[in-house]
């Protein structure tokens, strides 16, 4: 059985790097919830959902590959969770979204990269 661990952070983003987060995560909770609303219900298997909607998505919801794929991903899992307990899937909130070790660095990366650019703008404009 593969062990997932969870990371729980709190990171010191500037406003601009807090908006980036919270859309990022409005888009995934958005891609979640059409994913399972236009996806057969029956298909519980992340591949399987991939394979009908991964293009669909990531074109509507402008996600980085992925984050499309950690979509499936989550709705699979929420599927046969509900279908285990015998209820239905949840609305899908944007409280969080997925990362692996190639996605949290690179929005770490993304998220530096912005704030550079931001201080080296804010700099050149207090110079003039």
Partial sequence: ???????????????????LL?????AFASACNWIDR????NL????????VCYK???????????HVVRACARVAANRLTAKQ????VK??????FDCDARTFRSALVKLDAEHF??????????KS
């Fill in 1 to 19: 059985m593969e062990q997932v661990l969870t990371l729980v952070v709190k990171l010191q983003a500037s406003i601009e790097q807090q908006q």
């Fill in 22 to 26: 919270s859309d990022t995560a409005s």
């Fill in 38 to 41: 236009n996806v057969d219900r």
């Fill in 44 to 51: 519980t298997n992340r591949n399987s959902i991939q394979a």
């Fill in 56 to 66: 669909d998505v990531k074109e509507q919801f402008g996600l980085t590959a992925n």
């Fill in 85 to 88: 307990k015998g209820k239905k």
């Fill in 91 to 96: 609305n899908f909130k944007p409280t969080s």
């Fill in 117 to 126: 650019y931001h201080s080296q703008a804010v700099n050149r404009s207090s």
